[in-house]
């Protein structure tokens, strides 16, 4: 699946389904905008922009991104590299990364990350959400 954008005309809401670990913590957070079972999932027009935002920065796989419409530069700010151990998840790494994987490929990755800690994500080195099904502990 591609990426799909959502705008309520001063902020647009970017989803990359290939990087969803599907947590829950923006239907958690936002129950009225994001509704996982229904289509179109997200319905922008239910929050505000600064709740949108808010949200949106607690994706913990960097799934859901966000630019304001109004500004030319629609990447993504630099940000702190600060790293956090979920609990029975993923490796959550907060900030710009420049990743190298093993082919030598080479990505940028911004805001946050998830890397697999359960060795089971069939999109290493990523976190693809197997851990919950194999009942990852650690």
Not at 26 to 35: A, D, H, Q, S, W
Not at 50 to 55: A, P, V, W
Not at 101 to 127: L, Q, Y
Request: aromatic letters at 8%.
């Amino acid at each position: 699946m591609k990426e799909r954008e959502y705008t309520n005309g001063e902020v647009t809401v970017v989803w990359n389904p290939k990087a969803c670990i599907h947590s829950g913590i923006c239907v958690k957070g936002l129950p009225e905008v994001f509704r996982p079972t229904v289509r179109p999932w997200i319905r922008i027009d239910k929050a505000s922009t600064e709740d949108l935002i808010n949200q949106v920065k607690h994706c913990p796989s960097g799934a859901l991104g966000f630019y304001m419409n109004n500004e030319k530069d629609k990447t993504t700010e630099v940000l702190e590299t600060k790293v956090e151990v979920l609990e029975n998840g993923p490796l959550l790494v907060y900030g710009t990364l420049h990743v190298t994987h093993k082919d030598g490929s080479k990505e940028i990755k911004n805001k946050t990350t998830a890397f697999c800690r359960c060795s089971a994500s069939n999109n290493k080195p990523f976190c693809d959400g197997t851990h919950a099904k194999e009942h990852f502990i650690g």
